[in-house]
C-alpha cells in the first residue's frame, strides 16, 4: 500500500494566448500534465500548491480549470500569493473554502494524513497562517497522531539564505510550535521560491519545487546581487509514502537537457571478496 502523489506548484496561468515573463505558461502546464499522462497515471492524486494564477483573473482560473480537466488523477488545490481567492472560488466553487475562509485540506489515505494550508493572505507577498488556520491545523494534527503527515502550502517557513527569503513566511513560530506537536511529520512540501531546496529546521523536513514557472538563479547570502530568471526546469515533485519511508523526487518535465545514453538491462556489480 504505497502512497504516491504528485506536487505542482507556480504555475503562474495566464488568459489563454497571453505570455507571463515571456513564457507561455498554459503550454509549460499541458506539459506537466503531459507527464502526469505518461508516468503517474496510477498516483492517487496532484495537488497544485498555489501560484495558480499569474494575476489572478477569472479568465486565467478558467483556463487553468480547462486545461487540468486532462488529469488522470484527482486534483487538491490551495493558493499563493498571486492568486486572488475571489477570482479562484467564483471559477473553481465555494466549497475550496472551507471552515477557516481559506483554501484549506486534509487528506486521508493509504496510512498518511496530507494537510494543505492557504498561506496567502490578500495583498501581501509574504505568507500568513491566521489563528483560526493555526487551530484547524493543531486540531487536525491531534486527530492523527498514530499516522504520519505531509504539509503542503505554498510559503516557505524556512529561510533559504537567497534574497527572497523576505517575503517567506515571516513570522513562523506558531506554524513550527503546532508541527512540533506531532510526532511524525515527514514533510513540508512548499514552492514559492522557483527554485529545489531541500531543509532541515527545527528537527523538521522543509522541501521546496522549483514549479511551473521560471526559476532563478541565486547568490547565497547575498541579498542585494543580481539573479536571473532561467525559463527552466520546469519542474514538479513525486512525493512516495511507505509507512517507514517518505521520498521526494523531483521531475524536470521542461529542462532542455539532451539525453546523453540509456541504462538498460541487468545490472552489473562487482562480486564483494569473501
Ligand atoms: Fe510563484
Redesign the pocket.
Known sequence: MTLKFVVM??L?VMPKGELSMTLDTGARLEEAINAVVERYADADFCILAG?LADLGQPEAYEYLKAIIARLPIPVHITL???DRRPAFLEVFGDDFAIETGKVDKVIDIKGYRIILLDSSEPGRVDGVLEAVQLDWLRARLAEAMDRPVIVVLHHNANALHIRSDDIRMLEPADFIAALKTHPDIRQVIA??V?ITSTASWHGLPFTTLA?G?YSVSFNVDQPEAPIRRIDGPGQMAVVIGTPDRTTVLFEDFIDGNATIGMIEGPRVVRQAAE
Open positions: 506548484s507556480d503562474h501560484d499563493g500569493n498571486h514552492g514559492h522557483h514549479g514557472h
